[in-house]
């Protein structure tokens, strides 16, 4: 249980064959200033060095004046959302977040902006939000995202289109544990994820909370990018489970549409 006046936050990372992308989140992290963290780290049995980077992790930041807490679990699994369940059950801070390998915090002092001014007698807000910058693989900045985030996020924003990254997206951890990622989706049960967790914070009205920062900064070259045409196939199931067929379609409509206009 958290002793500290200021929440803890699970930062959960999964990885698998990650040796050439993982340095730069370990070090976003390490170098975070909030002092309470959880870096949980779960690993699919890569068969690459990132094991050993890992454990070059663990030691280089045990023994410090204020070490973040680091735990490793390694062991098979069925693919990534199956690792993030896996995170969800072993997660003990009051906060959870998905930073897998390539994606890194906006700078270090992101968490304690975050949740330095969250104390014990504060209402804890049931989701915390922000901004995503898209970077190259040397960490370069490309641009900001396309979708930004709402000042006012709800389950029903989402019908156009995932608003808010998913490493951006800070769910209190016993309310992201009643909600565990459906496997049936490969590539974008994250999406499906935010907007049931956002329609539970409704139903319990609980706050959702705006952090207006820039809180991530994502690896453009990530599984989704890599696998987008599947992914936007699954995304559509999704707004029509949600949302409805109609809806759904006249939607995709509009995607067509503002897209051409793009070009």
């Given amino acids: 249980m958290n002793k500290t006046p200021f929440p803890t936050v699970t930062i959960a990372t999964v990885t698998y064959n990650a040796e050439k992308t993982l340095p730069c989140t370990l070090e976003s992290v390490a170098a975070q200033t909030y002092p309470h963290i959880e870096h949980l780290i779960i690993d699919g049995c890569s068969k690459d060095q990132t094991m050993a980077l890992i454990h070059r992790y663990v030691d280089a930041n045990t023994g ?56 014990r007698n504060t209402s804890r807000p049931a989701i915390l939000y922000g901004e995503t910058d898209w970077v190259d693989g040397q960490g370069r900045f490309i641009r900001h995202r396309r979708l930004q985030a709402p000042k006012q996020l709800t389950w029903k924003k989402f019908r156009h289109g995932m608003l808010v990254c998913h490493q951006s997206f800070y769910v209190r951890t016993d309310l992201a544990r009643q909600e565990l990622y459906d496997l049936s989706f490969r590539f974008s049960a994250d999406y499906d994820w935010c907007i049931r967790l956002l329609k539970r914070a409704e139903r319990l009205k609980q706050p959702i909370y705006n952090t207006r920062l820039i809180l991530t900064d994502y690896l453009s070259e990530g599984l989704t990018t890599q696998h987008h045409q599947e992914s936007l196939r699954e995304r559509f199931r999704i707004m029509a489970s949600h949302f409805g067929w109609t809806t759904t379609l006249i939607q995709h409509g509009r995607f067509v549409i503002r897209a051409a206009l793009k070009r």
Avoid at 82 to 93: I, V
Wanted: charged fraction near 25%.
């Fill in 64 to 119: 410090k004046t204020c070490p973040h807490d680091i735990r490793v679990i390694r062991e098979p699994d069925k693919g990534l959302y199956d690792a993030m369940n896996k995170a969800l059950e072993h997660a003990t801070g009051d906060y959870i977040v998905f930073l897998n390998a390539g994606d890194r915090l906006h700078g270090p002092d992101t968490l304690q902006q975050v949740f330095g001014h969250i104390g």
